[in-house]
């Protein structure tokens, strides 16, 4: 699980936590460089092996990430909720990072965080871009919704019509 600041300044983040079905805080002195990126993994010891040494993650969170879909909150050391995203493996969200496929990545960082309509999966030659720019930044994808076939239940060998909204990125 990667954070990433999208600000300009070194921020603090002593004492945020990621929670729902994770539960992970960051430790004292703890900070993300401007454009800066901080990675938390459920296994420090297998982390090198897939990801390799060029990144070193923070900490390692408890609970697990189901690959059906959850909410993951950011929380301040106050207990101000900073960020929110609820994933899914169904549409609008891209399904093939799903269990052992590429990284789930955010296409504008500045976009909605909870949209899966900003989220793609990576087309980095490695499957992700963990502590580096994400490698679908600034994709302009078109988005897919409302899709309807007719009739709902066709009989075999009969003509289907398929309809759906298409809005160009």
């Known amino acids: 699980l990667e954070l990433t600041n999208r600000g300009g300044t070194t921020e603090d983040l002593a004492g945020w936590c990621l929670t729902t079905r994770i539960d992970f805080c960051c430790p004292a002195g703890t900070t993300i460089d401007a454009h800066g990126h901080l990675v938390v993994t459920d296994d420090l010891a297998g982390f090198a092996g897939v990801y390799g040494n060029s990144v070193i993650p923070v900490g390692q969170y408890a609970g ?19 960020d929110t995203v ?39 030659p490695s499957g992700h871009t963990v502590g580096a720019v994400n490698s679908v930044d600034g994709l302009l994808l078109p988005s897919i919704s409302e899709v309807t076939a007719a009739p709902f239940r066709p009989a075999p060998n009969a003509p289907v019509t398929v309809s759906a909204r298409l809005a160009d990125a």
Not at 64 to 82: F, H, K
Not at 95 to 106: A, F, H, K, V
């Open 86 to 124: 609820s994933y899914d493996d169904a549409a609008p969200w891209v399904t093939s990072p799903d269990g052992d496929g590429p990284s789930l990545e955010l296409i504008d960082l500045h976009g909605d965080n909870d949209d899966g309509t900003n989220w793609a999966a990576s087309i980095a």
């Open 64 to 82: 697990s990430l189901s690959n059906g879909g959850e909410t993951i909150d950011l929380v301040e050391d106050g207990g101000q909720r900073i």
